[in-house]
């Protein structure tokens, strides 16, 4: 997954036995550097940050050029697929990061890069009384539209979760 340096990004993990998060870096000079990042106790359900900014501060003193997240149990083995977070630039000056809950209860974040259009439609509401009128509350429907940009088959699936979230944000 593509993200900058101030990418918002989470991985939330519930775990059935006793698993520790594991995050191995990769830099330019050929250079790995694997941590730690969470120990989650099992029968807990943790959210750990992996933007990008927040690994570059637990690492050595350079910028990896990628990073791989996972969960394992104490014995070492992996209990979950590798997540790959590779570095890039932002993609337009109009990029914004989208944040929704996902179906699983975790947070997931995407990129839109494309046109955006913030409109609002209010409703004034008007009460008369012996032909007197006195406006007393504005109801404001606020609308949010943004063009994501081109996605991959696999972004457009995994996108699919956003639309029937409760919990969407603009960060």
């Not at 993990?13 to 191995?24: D, E, G, H, L, S």
């Not at 730690?36 to 943790?46: M, R, Y």
Request: one cysteine or more.
């Amino acid at each position: 997954k593509p993200v900058t340096y101030y990418t918002p990004e989470f991985l939330t993990y519930y775990a059935v036995v006793a698993a520790t998060i594991r995050c191995k870096a990769y830099f330019e000079d050929g250079t790995t550097q694997t941590i730690a990042l969470a120990q989650i106790a099992a029968g807990e359900c943790w959210t750990v940050s992996v933007q990008y900014a927040v690994i570059a501060g637990k690492v050595s003193n350079k910028l990896p050029q990628y990073y791989e997240v996972w969960a394992e149990n104490a014995s070492g083995s992996r209990l979950t697929y590798i997540q790959r977070y590779v570095a890039s630039d932002m993609r337009s000056e109009e990029e914004e990061w989208i944040l929704f809950e996902n179906s699983l209860g975790g947070i997931d974040t995407f990129r839109a890069y494309g046109d955006s259009e913030n409109t609002a439609k209010h409703t004034h509401n008007v009460a008369e009384i012996e032909e007197d009128f006195e406006e007393y509350r504005v109801d404001t429907t606020r609308e949010h539209k943004k063009n994501t940009g081109y996605l991959g088959n696999r972004e457009r699936v995994w996108l699919l979760d956003f639309f029937p979230s409760t919990g969407k944000y603009v960060y």
